[in-house]
């Protein structure tokens, strides 16, 4: 039986759970508060031992959730990096963490006097439908 975690958006908890494959999409209660909570995509190791689940679980807490690399297929129309990594945040329960990081770095520079970044060129979108058509004159 695999273990699933859930994530409670009320008391920003996370807590895993071993259910059966049926189970798997539905909600859990919150040990905590007993809300409802989401189930959250969480990182996985396939093992003999339980070695690889920590090691998987340690290297998953190390990285810079404000980098995280989403491929243009995994987007939705439209999306720029930045906007692909604040959605793959929000999407393994750490948004606000991201949120929070972007924040602090904004007033990092602001404090340096540096000016904002340049917001990237978006690359993403429908490049099969062709150009905009130009509005008619009035």
């Not at 989401?38 to 980098?67: P, Q």
Request: glycine share 8%.
């Amino acid at each position: 039986m695999p273990i699933y975690e859930w994530r409670c958006a009320a008391c920003e908890i996370t807590f895993e759970a071993l259910e059966p494959a049926v189970r798997a999409n539905s909600r859990k209660r919150c040990p905590q508060c007993g809300r409802a909570a989401r189930r959250a995509v969480s990182t996985f190791a396939i093992s003999s031992g339980n070695g690889a689940v920590i090691a998987a679980r340690r290297a998953a807490a190390g990285l810079d959730i404000t980098n995280l690399k989403v491929p243009p297929f995994a987007r939705l129309c439209g999306m720029d990096d930045h906007s692909a990594s604040r959605f793959a945040a929000y999407k393994l329960g750490r948004g606000a963490e991201f949120d929070d990081k972007i924040q602090a770095r904004a007033e990092q520079r602001e404090a340096r006097g540096e000016p904002p970044p340049k917001p990237p060129r978006n690359r993403g979108g429908h490049h099969r439908h062709g150009p905009r058509p130009k509005p008619a004159p009035h």
